[in-house]
């Protein structure tokens, strides 16, 4: 039985052929034309040469002899772990260009897409093909693009899959000389114990780059910006990046030399506690715990966050702060009993911080004029009350990720970039004692594992993953982050199991996370890097009526145990071994009290504080 095979040489004989007996015939053909006549632009699309011209993570891909659709040889692919198996190559394409992409798959959830195409990336999917299936999608390259990423993956979890006939059908590109300038602007940023970003300006004709450590190739990127990774701490290392298209390498960059901080370092610690305990106070309003006046805060609290400095209006920027009204809060002390209890804190040493945002105080900063105003009432806020720095809890609808906006390093969003600049703005000002910490959700922190924004074929809900963007260019800045371990679903942990709130289990994988790094939606070429331990305390409701996930004081310890000490660990199995870790955090100081001092007593017994 004859088989379908992938596209030949045969349709561009047919174009040459054609377009010669048009010329002699006295008709002119333009090279134009018979260039843009059928070429397939892909590098051995059917496989027969291996894997010559793709590239697959973690060593995922194999040519094999079966099943096969057209040919001798298909490609097998075996997502393991959070390896999607990703199998890839960089084809030359002409700029302001049709293109079809197809190829023949079979397996469960097999994608197919095209990427840096200047205009909308493309991908299309099966979510099951027991026989082989074709896959077809097209684009338009942009007016200044020259080469384009085709790229096949399955899923986490599910078996191999395989393609085979993948073709590229367009106008064929020049290839040209290897860009001749090396990459201009090279600069270091968010540096961490374990990790350097990078960032340089793009090269005309580049379809990628090469970060060289130490005068070696450590790996090879799309884009102009970067995190190297896995590094040794308080270590100088050099780096320098080279610019390549299908035609070669370009001369390396001028050495930038960055220095990572010491393995208790990282982040502006802002002088706490080697072990701190953070909880929020209820100063501007009543529940069912009571009010706590600040002078009646017992000392074993390092972080006091205010609760909470809320908006005018979702979309104003213009935060105020106000003390409980005396007809919620019979007990409330005076404005000035108030601010001279914050500074009796201080001069024992703890930080108190204006929170903002909360359950019901939605913030988004969609423009610039938003932006200000945020900058200028909670600076307002600081002054007033003699405030050591700001922590930011936007819940809700605060944070999204506008369609497209796809990499964390590099958001575009409004509310996104005007947030991470009011706290540079903020941190400017005071300068590097400025205490800075977050409290966001599971779902825009976690959740971004598996899912980031509305995904590349949209539909997905645009909060996922939604903070980190914000942690990662502010990590260099950021004194704690302290992520809800409570009121959230199930997330999945870098175990690829899913992990509840309520014991120790969930509060291991979730901070594992954040210690470790994981790749965002899945993607290895976007790894979220890790924070310091310093940098990071888990979140905890204090009492079974102050949030849904409530956790034992025994399973809390046995989360401390094995977080900092490798022991009780139970099931999961974490990445490393962090003593440094900074502490916890809980809602709320006034839940505690209402509770008998639970939570806060138990930090003490087991810090030895």
Not at 257 to 269: C, H, K, L, R
Request: hydrophobic share 35%.
């Amino acid at each position: 039985m004859e088989r379908n095979r992938r596209p030949s040489r045969y349709p561009r004989l047919v174009a040459a052929f054609a377009a010669a007996v048009l010329t002699a015939g006295g008709l002119v053909v333009s090279a134009e034309t018979a260039r843009a006549a059928d070429a397939d632009v892909a590098t051995n699309g059917g496989f027969e040469s291996g894997l010559t011209g793709w590239s697959c993570t973690g060593g995922s891909g194999v040519a094999v002899s079966s099943p096969v659709h057209g040919g001798t040889s298909a490609l097998k692919a075996t997502p393991a772990g959070s390896d999607n198996a990703k199998c890839s190559q960089t084809v030359t394409v002409r700029p302001d260009s049709a293109y079809t992409l197809s190829a023949w798959v079979q397996g469960s959830y097999v994608y197919l897409g095209a990427s840096g195409t200047g205009t909308t990336d493309v991908s299309t999917w099966t979510p099951s093909a027991p026989s082989w299936q074709k896959l077809t999608t097209s684009f338009r390259t942009g007016p200044a693009t020259t080469s384009v990423t085709l790229y096949t993956n399955g899923w986490y979890g599910t078996p191999a899959y395989h393609v085979d006939d993948l073709s590229l059908v367009g106008p064929g590109g020049e290839t040209g000389q290897p860009p001749a300038t090396a990459p201009a602007g090279l600069r270091s940023s968010a540096v961490t114990a374990s990790s350097v970003g990078l960032a340089w300006s793009p090269v005309a004709g580049a379809t990628g780059y090469t970060v060289h450590r130490d005068g070696a190739p450590n790996l090879n990127v799309s884009g102009t910006s970067t995190t190297v990774t896995g590094l040794s701490p308080a270590t100088a290392y050099r780096f320098q990046v080279s610019a390549t298209n299908a035609a070669g390498r370009s001369p390396l960059s001028s050495v930038v030399t960055a220095t990572t901080q010491p393995a208790d370092g990282g982040g502006n610690e802002a002088e706490l506690p080697a072990h701190a305990l953070v909880g929020y106070l209820h100063s501007s309003f009543a529940n069912g715990s009571g009010y706590t006046r600040m002078a009646d805060v017992p000392a074993s609290w390092d972080v006091i966050n205010l609760a909470f400095g809320e908006p005018t209006s979702v979309t104003s920027g213009d935060i105020r702060f106000s003390l409980c009204p005396v007809a919620e809060c019979p007990n409330v002390e005076s404005p000035a009993e108030f601010k001279a209890a914050i500074k009796a804190k201080q001069a024992a040493g703890k930080k108190v911080l204006i929170s903002i945002g909360g359950q019901n105080g939605q913030v988004q900063l969609a423009s610039t004029a938003a932006r200000d105003a945020f900058v200028s009432s909670v600076s307002k806020i600081i002054d007033e009350y003699g405030l050591d720095g700001l922590d930011i809890d936007f819940e809700g609808h605060s944070l999204s990720l506008n369609n497209g906006d796809t990499d964390f390093r590099n958001p575009t969003s409004p509310v996104i970039v005007n947030l991470i600049s009011a706290v540079k703005s903020l941190k400017a000002k005071y300068g590097a004692d400025f205490v800075l910490t977050m409290a966001p959700e599971t779902f825009f922190v976690q959740l971004g594992y598996q899912f980031y924004g509305s995904g590349p074929f949209g539909g997905q809900d645009p909060r996922a993953g939604a903070y980190l963007p914000v942690i990662h260019a502010l990590r260099d800045d950021l004194t704690l982050l302290h992520v809800q371990d409570y009121n959230s679903g199930p997330i999945m942990g870098l175990d690829n199991q899913y992990h509840t709130m309520g014991g120790a289990d969930f509060h291991i994988a979730m901070t594992d996370m954040l210690l470790t790094g994981f790749p965002v939606a899945g993607d290895t070429t976007k790894v979220f890097p890790a924070l310091d331990p310093g940098q990071v305390a888990i979140g905890l409701p204090a009492s079974q009526q102050a949030g849904n996930g409530h956790t034992a004081p025994s399973e809390v310890n046995k989360a401390l145990d094995c977080l900092t000490k490798k022991t009780n660990c139970g099931a999961y199995q974490t990445h490393g071994t962090w003593p440094a870790l900074r502490g916890l955090m809980t809602w709320s100081i006034n839940w505690d009290r209402f509770n008998q001092w639970e939570f806060s007593r138990n930090f003490d017994g087991y810090f030895g504080s």
